[in-house]
């Protein structure tokens, strides 16, 4: 059966370039299965770095949460282990990230591609711009701390956050939340109907982020969501995220679809098909092959050009 979204909530997408869904995936079928494969993971990293002198062996026995911020406080770098996506830069052979079932059926969920599909039609990819963001309470973080995987994310457009070949590209972000997400823990935040103007100016540093003087007295409205609900925006809908001013983890996934055949922004990535109506034999289901096209990726990228992103330049006059 097709849900998908209201003839209304297209419409104020369409207005507001973005729109608040509570509710898309069962705790019990979606959320849970996706805690328990991190679980999981975390806990094998943990042995890892145990082993390696790197973690107290008391950490075995914590809780999920309790190991992340144990991890985070010993100095280890837990982003890239627990990613669902390559970074820039150079490419390790051995470089981790996380590829398993639980997220791919997330991913591949007949609830948000309903949603999705209201938005922008039944031929959806994958876009292979993913991330998984579990931020420690703010008091914990280190005072230099600048990654959005970790702390606050500055202003931008995830249209930037591509490679120019996909400007024309027809893109959804599906921003997942895990745990509720409020206005205390570090929920998204957008400028409404921002999505109408053109794609603003960035800059690399200290995150990739629209200079603040290009944003002076804009209106801006922050997105609570519950666990299990999606924020659905427009690739030039300028967000960030709010820092997590709670005692507890904030746990969130972004996920982005596009038209099947256009730009996905980063072809040095492996997307798939997530649904097609028009030739459904071309859809990926099989969780090991997505895994497996991560790994050939890493595989031909590792020793080679470091992997560029996007276009922006911190030399240009507006970074100055
Ligand atoms: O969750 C965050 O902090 C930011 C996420 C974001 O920028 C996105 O989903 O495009
Ligand atoms: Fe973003």
């Known amino acids: ?162 490679l120019a070949e996909a400007d024309e590209t027809k893109m959804v972000t599906a921003w997942v939340a895990i745990t509720d997400a409020t206005e205390l823990n570090g929920c998204l935040q957008v400028i409404p109907g921002s999505h109408r103007e053109a794609m603003q100016a960035h800059c690399p540093l200290p995150q990739l982020g629209i200079p603040d003087r290009l944003l002076k007295n804009r209106e801006t409205r922050p997105l609570p969501v519950r666990s299990g609900g999606v924020v659905l925006f427009h690739p030039l809908t300028i967000h960030g995220s709010l820092s997590n001013r709670s005692t507890a983890i904030r746990w969130s996934f972004d996920l982005r679809y596009n038209v099947t055949g256009q730009p996905t922004g980063r072809p040095m990535f492996p997307s798939f098909v997530a649904r097609s109506r028009l030739a459904p034999e071309s859809e990926l289901r099989d969780a090991q092959t997505w895994k497996q096209l991560w790994l050939d990726t890493r595989e031909r990228l590792s020793g080679g050009a470091p992997v560029q992103i996007h276009r922006w330049n911190s030399e240009s006059e507006v970074c100055a």
Not at 13 to 41: N, T
Not at 135 to 142: A, D, Q
């Open 1 to 162: 059966m097709m849900s998908g979204l209201t003839g209304e909530q297209v419409t104020r997408f369409g207005q507001d370039g973005y729109l608040v869904v509570e509710d898309v995936f069962s705790q019990l079928a979606d959320v849970q299965p996706v805690r328990d494969e991190y679980c999981l993971l975390l806990n094998d990293w943990c042995s890892r770095w145990i082993a390696e002198g790197k973690l107290a062996e008391s950490v075995a026995a914590l809780t999920f949460e309790e190991q992340l911020l144990a991890v985070y406080r010993a100095g280890i770098d837990y982003c890239q282990p627990l990613d669902i996506s390559l970074p820039p830069g150079t490419i390790d052979a051995d470089m981790p990230l996380h590829t398993g079932p639980a997220i791919f059926n997330l991913m591949r969920s007949e609830k948000l591609l309903d949603c999705v599909q209201s938005l922008i039609g039944a031929e959806l990819t994958s876009n292979p711009i993913q991330h998984v963001r579990i931020k420690p309470p703010e008091s914990l973080v280190n005072s230099t701390e600048v990654r959005s995987f970790i702390t606050s994310t500055d202003w931008h457009q995830d249209r930037a956050t591509t």
